[in-house]
């Protein structure tokens, strides 16, 4: 079946540092790809998303993009800034499906 | 965006008792909601989908009889956990889908319920 592989947290970094979260995905055919946060206290929020290979999603600062020859998403963001702390979650949703497939989350504290 | 609450945010409850977890979507009218359960440092696994009106789909491995779900209206949907244990205790989360919004991805997510069963 679908899955969803994320780089194991915490992360810690200093502000203004480079982050990449790892992402992976096993699917049968051709899914689109997410990306969710969820800051403190909050729901999950759609942060970007790519629909087809090679696709770039991208909000907020953060990108990824849609590598179907490594099966991956990884995400991005070139400086980041203590409002990023959050939990962020990679997902695959199948086309003609509403069922999102979650990885297991990565922990991402910025400190100042 | 649109918003989505859960209520209640905690709930603590004896071994044996049933308990009610309301989801509501706020500013839009959801034809499909989504029940998830979270253990910690895990993902997300969803339950089941429901649709207004209809009852609702399981997925392998939920026990309908133990997670009862009804989606009596377009803004609410409930997911009661029937003769709890502690092995019920987790994090619930549900979703909601904006038809409006356009495309079938769009889930809007509450902020979960956190169970513990004593």
Redesign the interface.
């Known amino acids: 079946g679908n899955s969803?592989t994320q780089m194991e947290g915490p992360v810690t970094l200093s502000e203004e540092a480079f982050l990449t979260i790892n992402c992976t995905y096993t699917a049968t055919g051709y899914p689109?790809l997410?990306w969710?946060v969820?800051y403190p206290?909050?729901?999950?929020?759609?942060l970007l998303?790519a629909t087809k290979a090679d696709d770039k999603g991208s909000n907020k600062g953060f990108e990824a993009t849609y590598r179907k020859e490594t099966t991956s998403f990884h995400l991005e963001k070139g400086s980041v800034q203590v409002s990023d702390s959050a939990v962020y979650?990679c997902a695959l949703?199948d086309k003609?499906?509403?069922?999102?497939?979650?990885?297991?989350?990565t922990r991402l504290t910025i400190n100042p | 965006g649109a918003v989505v609450s859960q209520h209640p945010s905690r709930v603590i409850c004896k071994s044996g008792t049933s308990v009610k977890i309301e989801c509501r979507s706020l500013d839009f009218q959801a034809t499909t909601m989504f029940w998830y359960r979270q253990f910690p440092k895990q993902s997300l696994m969803l339950m089941a989908t429901s649709n207004e009106g209809s009852k609702a789909t399981y997925e392998q491995g939920v026990e309908k009889d133990k997670f009862l779900i009804n989606h009596a209206s377009l803004t609410l949907s409930t997911l009661t956990v029937t003769s709890a244990h502690p092995e019920d205790s987790s994090f619930y989360i549900c979703s909601a889908r904006d038809p409006g919004s356009g495309g079938s991805d769009t889930q809007y997510f509450g902020p979960g319920t956190r169970l513990t069963v004593l």
């Open positions: 969803v689109s997410f969710y969820q206290g909050e729901g999950l929020q759609l998303k979650f949703r003609g499906a509403q069922k999102l497939v979650f990885g297991q989350g």
